[in-house]
């Protein structure tokens, strides 16, 4: 029987959980004074979709710092985010330390993002292993391939997009490889990079499916629509410069051998984590 192996996106699921309760201003402020509302609900996230999935191994990945090798080549590239809310703060290592409780690895590389980290995971892993990728971002949906499925978390706990190379073709008309040049063309307003100015989802996703590749494009530019063609001339550095921003590097320096990342939970150890943060409500999520 085949590895199922599922790697999660620990931001993804961490800020979906703290804005959904900080919103009404409910942090779950512990007796230390630390608040814990993030982690209470990143454990409920991360459980439900172990329980209900069932994976052999799991493994989290993780931000490392906002700078990046896409800071370094676009000073631009998610400048547009604020500083986390003081109350998340604390919770950035607190809940590392809770997912370690879980015994599941920890992976995380200053200078890549997550996505990196799980697009070199699951490249590696999927030779011979079936991948399922838990996030919240659909920028992860290039890394579809045979063996590798992604769940983009919905509203709610245990809610999911579920995406097969298949199911995404039928939504999208394109193939997931071709999802690079996608954003490519139409930017993306949350990373904060503008791809070519005027040419939205549609437009694109047209293009694509007409031209294959952005060089497809290029080459058959004099016979796209005057108003195509003058966008596409005018930024076409931005153009190249946003694919490599939406590329998921995956030759990423890092490595999770499978035998740290089998999913065996130590129920008294995770108990001891929950008691020190003073969680209740939350044995159903731990089987």
């Known amino acids: 029987m085949k590895n199922q192996i599922m790697l999660i996106d620990g931001m993804a699921l961490l800020f979906r959980s703290f804005y ?23 454990i409920k996230h991360m459980m439900t979709a172990v329980n209900k999935y069932k994976p052999s191994h799991v ?3 993780w931000d490392m710092g906002s700078s990046t090798f896409r800071t370094e080549m676009y000073d631009g590239y998610k ?17 590392k330390d809770v997912v370690e409780s879980f015994d599941i690895p920890n992976v ?18 999927s030779q011979d292993s079936e991948v ?23 509203k709610g706990i245990g809610n999911y997009a579920e995406y097969t190379t298949e199911s995404f073709f039928e939504e999208k008309g394109i193939r997931p490889q071709q999802m690079v040049d996608l954003k490519a063309l139409m930017g993306d ?35 796209l629509t005057k108003a195509q063609k003058t966008k596409i001339k005018e930024d076409l550095e931005m153009l190249h410069l946003s ?39 939350l044995d159903q999520f731990i089987g």
């Open 20 to 42: 959904a309760t900080a919103m009404s201003g409910y942090f779950m402020v512990n007796s230390k004074g630390v608040p814990t509302n993030g982690i209470h609900g990143f």
């Open 59 to 61: 493994i989290c990945c």
């Open 79 to 95: 400048a547009n985010r604020g500083a986390p809310p003081e109350e998340l703060i604390p919770q950035f290592d607190l809940v």
């Open 108 to 125: 995380g590389l200053s200078g890549y993002e997550a996505d990196d980290c799980i697009g070199t995971l699951a490249t590696q892993y």
């Open 132 to 154: 399922i990728i838990l996030t919240g971002d659909q920028d992860i949906l290039q890394l579809l391939d045979d063996n590798i499925t992604v769940l983009i978390m919905k």
């Open 189 to 223: 307003t949350s990373d904060n990079y503008p791809g070519v100015r005027g040419i939205g989802e549609k437009t694109a996703l047209k293009l694509l499916q007409q031209f294959e590749t952005i060089e497809g494009i290029l080459e058959n530019v004099e016979n």
């Open 243 to 281: 694919r490599k921003l939406a590329r998921i590097h995956c030759e990423v320096p890092i490595s999770c051998s499978l035998d740290e990342a089998l999913i065996e939970i130590n129920r008294e150890k995770v108990h001891e984590k929950f008691s020190e943060l003073e969680f209740k409500g």
